[in-house]
């Protein structure tokens, strides 16, 4: 238990759905970050989330939005994904962004779309 | 844009063996991360190392940063089942949180 809870935990959808990836720490971190696991491929980071404020979105295609609420959460809206778009997303958390500490992740979402 | 390279990409020994894996950047890292990631998990963080030359120990494993803090070093004694995983290596920039990974070594131990 890293502190850093995901779910769901394996999600099926189809390319022309609409899903939602949820993540919620309990560390009182202030950043938190969406990375994507591919087979084969480094893990990617996608998006940094500073004090609520998103401060970096590393070229990821539109079809990925992600919603920050507060501190403490943290979502990714799926639509029309691709297969290729077929991974392990992690989330993860840390006290700040510019300050170099320790990530804690989330257990991930295997995602695959069929 | 710093590329970090992992070695082995695989790796099955016999439990009781010695293994050392390695990780190098394209550049100077700002701090060095090893993470450990069992399958179906998240990544854990084993250690992160700062000076160039650090060595730094964690019960069977070692940790050393090179000199010139392009390169590191992760050797597992006497490994166990449970060091089974994924091992990554990631340079954990200040700059707004980007970090960098390695595409990891996966490891195997068989009893």
């Known amino acids: 238990e890293t502190g850093v809870t995901q779910t769901p935990r394996h999600l099926v959808m189809g390319m022309t759905n609409k899903k939602s990836l949820k993540c919620e720490q309990h560390l009182g971190h202030n950043a938190m970050y969406w990375y994507k696991q591919s087979a084969k491929k480094p893990l990617e980071l996608m998006f940094v989330?500073?004090?609520?404020?998103?401060?970096e979105n590393n070229s990821v295609p539109s079809r990925f939005s992600p919603e920050c609420p507060n501190s403490s959460h943290l979502f990714l809206h799926l639509h029309t994904l691709q297969p290729e778009d077929s991974a392990l997303y992690l989330c993860a958390s840390s006290q700040q962004a510019d300050l170099g500490t320790e990530a804690f992740f989330g257990q991930g979402t295997r995602l695959t779309v069929v | 844009t710093q590329l970090l390279e992992q070695s082995p990409q695989f790796l099955s020994i016999q439990e009781g063996e010695n293994l050392t894996v390695y990780c190098n950047s394209s550049?100077?890292?700002?701090?060095l991360q090893w993470y450990r990631q069992e399958p179906g998990e998240g990544p854990v963080l084993l250690v992160t190392v700062v000076t160039g030359g650090e060595v730094k120990k964690l019960k069977r494993l070692t940790f050393q940063f090179g000199d010139a803090r392009k390169d590191s070093s992760l050797h597992i004694t006497a490994a166990q089942p449970g060091d089974t995983g994924l091992y990554l290596c990631a340079d954990e920039r200040t700059n707004a949180g980007k970090s960098t990974f390695g595409d990891g070594t996966t490891l195997t131990v068989k009893p």
């Open positions: 989330y500073n004090f609520k404020e998103q401060t």
């Open positions: 550049s100077v890292f700002s701090s």
